[in-house]
């Protein structure tokens, strides 16, 4: 039994709730309805998820609200494809417009990416990010194993660590107009990029580009890190060619926390296109600790851009 593409308002509570993954209440879930132009009562919401309950989409959780069941996040990824064109970089934005850090005082959130292992392997995915973080090719060496997380499955354990898009919130904040343009595959050989291999522009897919490398076999994230030869991935920013001494400048205060530098920036950078207008930042991405852990043979499935958490609790988990 399934819901019929026309009743969007049952979808985008399911896609709120894939969204978000802890319970959520009918109040919280109708402010967050009404930011995306469906405006519902309290009792409307109700209304929704109790038949979402019925057709064995959502169940509750105590007093708390809502989460999906796994025939709820099966309905969100299969129906309409095609308006989820987009998705997975409108909810990084989000992320980023959320995100408050201030590289000059090392304080305010960041986004975050959650991955999800059992618990047998917990320790040996965190050697992995570790390894990488120390080669230089992760985002952030900063991680927290949580203990307790009403998202977190029986039998699992959660690590969170940094998300890039936390640089475009820095940018915003700062008054640089930022764009996530593409993520790719990059070629390394004795340990100097090569140039790119492939590019997935963010604004036309359904998923998120470094995560299809990876889950596809498509990296080779242990031999970069080992011997410097191999397939890594990274991101591709654009910024206006006049914010460039700021540019450099806010990227030099996160260097400062732990961040790792752009491995290429310019208005023509490795094999990209060269562009007049708008200078490209290229930055590795915490993906490439969880596409480390993939090849080691951890069974790893990461929520890109989780939510948003104070970097003074990183700090203190690392």
Same mark, same amino acid.
């Given at each position: ?85 987009? /998705? ?68 699992? =354990? ?37 140039? /790119? ?26 031999? =970069? =890190? ?43 950078? /490795? ?18 600790? =969880? ?28």
């Amino acid at each position: 039994m399934r819901l019929v593409p026309s009743e969007r308002k049952y979808l985008e509570i399911l896609r709120i709730l894939k969204e978000h993954q802890e319970p959520m209440g009918a109040k919280r879930l109708s402010e967050i309805l009404a930011k995306r132009g469906f405006v519902l009562t309290d009792r409307a919401v109700q209304y929704y998820l109790r038949y979402l309950d019925e057709m064995g989409f959502t169940r509750k959780v105590g007093n708390t609200g809502r989460i999906l069941t796994g025939e709820g996040i099966a309905e969100t990824e299969s129906a309409l494809v095609g308006d989820r064109i987009g /998705f997975i970089i409108s909810k990084l934005e989000r992320l980023a417009f959320r995100s408050t850090f201030d590289p000059a005082t090392g304080t305010g959130d960041v986004a975050y990416n959650l991955s999800f292992v059992p618990e047998e392997e917990a320790a040996g995915v965190v050697r992995s990010f570790e390894k990488v973080s120390r080669a230089g090719y992760g985002f952030s060496p900063a991680c927290k194993v949580l203990d307790r997380d009403p998202r977190v499955p029986d039998g699992q =354990v959660g690590i969170l660590s940094l998300c890039s898009i936390t640089i475009d919130g820095v940018f915003q904040r700062s008054g640089i107009p930022v764009l996530m343009a593409y993520g790719g595959r990059v070629s390394f050989e004795k340990g100097e990029v090569k140039g /790119f291999l492939d590019l997935i522009g963010y604004r036309g897919t359904t998923i998120d580009p470094l995560q299809l490398f990876i889950s596809a076999g498509l990296t080779s994230i242990r031999g =970069v =890190v080992a011997t410097g030869n191999g397939v890594a991935v990274a991101n591709v920013r654009e910024v206006p060619v006049p914010a460039t001494g700021r540019v450099r400048e806010l990227l030099a205060q996160m260097g400062q926390w732990g961040f790792t530098p752009p491995v290429g920036m310019g208005d023509r950078v /490795f094999n990209l296109v060269q562009s007049p207008h708008h200078i490209s930042i290229v930055s590795f991405s915490g993906m490439n600790m =969880v596409g480390y852990g993939v090849e080691e043979g951890y069974h790893i499935r990461t929520e890109i851009g989780a939510g948003n958490i104070q970097f003074s609790r990183l700090q203190d988990a690392g």
